[in-house]
């Protein structure tokens, strides 16, 4: 993971995200969740800074992180804590409504 740059969260939330591109681009590693975890987390105070309108939606995906994070400790990838999700019957499935005109 990039070496954080004090006061600089933005170039943080960059760097983070490149290096997670790199190993989505490579297609020979599958992307670790602690990495992916700890780049989610430099989100977090950025969602924050846009004030009280976005409390909730702050607090919601502090609540997610920290479940990756949490889940990091005992699966090393995203594709086996998505497999691990989908055995548990924990992943929700979302349908699209579309609108007609």
């Known amino acids: 993971m990039a070496n954080l740059v004090h ?3 933005l170039r943080n939330i960059s760097e983070a995200f490149k290096e997670l ?16 975890s700890r780049a989610c987390s430099l989100l977090s ?10 409390k909730f939606a702050e607090m919601d995906y502090t609540d997610k992180v920290n479940d990756l994070i949490e889940a990091s400790k005992s699966i090393s990838t995203l ?9 548990a019957n924990t992943v929700r499935k979302v349908e699209v409504i579309r609108e007609t005109s």
């Open 7 to 9: 006061g600089k969260p």
């Open 79 to 87: 594709e086996a804590l998505l497999e691990s999700r989908y055995r």
């Open 45 to 54: 105070p950025l969602i924050g800074s846009l004030g009280i309108a976005f």
């Open 21 to 36: 591109a790199a190993t989505v681009d490579s297609r020979t590693a599958d992307v670790e969740v602690a990495p992916f």
